[in-house]
């Protein structure tokens, strides 16, 4: 979606880190932009600086992994806003640790934040692109969601689910013509500041992106209407690398031909 100007964009998980950094691009191209967080404190910070920018911006608390929450969200966007042309699905969260060792708190929690927050999500704005016939949805993922990775199985298998997810999606819009302008994006940053596991450096094929950098990558990537993106472009000869070890070599091909394409 090249026009930015004037559209309603909604990001989760966007008091800090990468969805912070990408909710600044919107504010310079004026899109009327709908802040959702968890944590009230660090969204009052990111208020302040985003209007300071001179955006129209709207401020929400949101559990994305609590249903209710999710539907009030969406009716009082609706209510005071509109419909929305852009989701970014930013919110996650990690736990590091041994499958046995992490408590059953936190395995449920990254399911229910990770995936079911994005299905919960989609399901409440995606009609606002069906009734346009256009519209942006995006998905960050991570390479934890394209290669298994120890000590993070409960994320890696969230991030599984949210690629899947993202393809089935686009691959069922495009069953009808009428909704070829709904694109959709899955980013897989290798470790992304905002979702940091516990007590852990990043595995290498995970290697930290810097916010920013990584912001103006998925600006471009959403603007391009491009189907994935892998940040940065050396985690993808590592993937490669990975899935052919595991002779997976149909998500192979669909990987080089989607990133290089740009689109699904």
Request: proline share 3%; net charge positive; aromatic share 6%.
């Amino acid at each position: 979606m090249k026009d930015i100007a004037g559209k309603v964009v909604l990001i989760t998980g966007s008091a800090s880190g990468v969805g912070y950094a990408l909710a600044t691009h919107f504010v310079r191209d004026r899109a009327k932009l709908v802040v959702v967080d968890i944590n009230e404190d660090a969204l009052r910070k990111a208020i302040s600086q985003l209007t300071s920018m001179g955006g129209e911006v709207y401020p929400y608390i949101c559990d994305v992994a609590d249903r209710s929450q999710v539907n009030e969200l969406a009716t009082r966007v609706h209510e005071k806003i509109g419909p929305v042309s852009i989701l970014v699905n930013n919110a996650g969260v990690a736990y590091r640790g041994k499958l046995t060792d992490v408590s059953d708190e936190k395995h449920t929690s990254t399911i229910n934040v990770n995936i079911m927050g994005c299905i919960w999500m989609t399901k409440e704005f995606l009609p606002d692109m069906v009734a346009k016939k256009q519209g942006n949805l995006v998905y960050i993922a991570g390479t934890g969601g394209l290669v298994g990775v120890p000590w993070l199985t409960s994320y890696c298998a969230s991030k599984h689910a949210i690629v899947g997810f993202a393809e089935a999606l686009r691959r069922e819009l495009r069953q009808d013509n009428s909704l070829r302008n709904i694109q959709v994006t899955t980013v897989c940053p290798s470790a992304a500041p905002t979702v940091t596991a516990e007590g852990t450096a990043p595995p290498q094929v995970m290697r930290r992106v810097e916010s920013e950098k990584m912001a103006r990558q998925v600006y471009r990537a959403i603007k391009s209407d491009q189907a994935m993106l892998i940040v940065p472009g050396v985690s993808l000869v590592k993937i490669a690398f990975s899935l052919v070890s595991v002779a997976n070599v149909r998500r192979l091909l669909w990987l080089f031909a989607a990133n290089i394409s740009g689109r699904g």
